[in-house]
């Protein structure tokens, strides 16, 4: 009986431990369904912010996340903003153009596609993605070093998320 209740215990705790790691995504997102979930984002253009780099304008627009039922549906995938740039990116092939940001994780690691047209046009080079112990709405700021941009969202907890192109 004690030997029937500890593997009920072990295997309890393991589907614990591997939940994250099922609600991450397999595979990256296609361009129509980050173009589908845009449709529907709301942006908060009250929070927007302006940025230069090289004398070229970079605009970056918030969205005001669904709120969920879970972290997992964060991980599947969510537009976080639309981007606007008259610069190209530094590390990354992004062209000058208007985008849909789209943050997802996939494995144990977070990506950010930029898309328009339902067309995937470029990955962010680096993104990072911290939850914050506290913290309330404020704009994104955008950096013209390393043409990166924050910016904070509430989704179960405040998150952090940086992004460079």
Not at 18 to 41: H, N, V, Y
Not at 54 to 78: F, H, M, R, V, Y
Request: hydrophobic share 35%; aromatic share 8%.
């Amino acid at each position: 009986m004690r030997l029937l209740l500890k593997t009920h215990i072990l295997i309890a705790g393991i589907c614990v431990l591997a939940l994250p790691a099922f609600a991450a995504r397999k595979d990256k997102p296609s361009g129509p369904e980050i173009a589908q979930k845009a449709r529907t984002a709301v942006l908060d253009s009250e929070n927007s912010t302006t940025g230069e780099k090289n004398g070229k304008k970079i605009k970056l627009i918030p969205a005001n996340l669904p709120q969920g039922k879970s972290e997992a549906e964060l991980e599947d995938g969510q537009v976080i903003g639309v981007l606007e740039t008259e610069a190209q990116g530094d590390e990354t092939s992004l062209p000058p153009g208007k985008y849909n940001l789209f943050l997802a994780k996939e494995g144990n690691d977070w990506h950010t596609y930029a898309e328009s047209g339902g067309r995937i046009v470029a990955e962010a080079a680096r993104v990072k993605v911290e939850k914050q112990p506290q913290g309330t709405r404020r704009r994104p700021e955008i950096r013209a070093q390393g043409w990166c941009s924050t910016q904070w969202f509430w989704f179960f907890g405040w998150h952090s998320v940086t992004l460079c192109w």
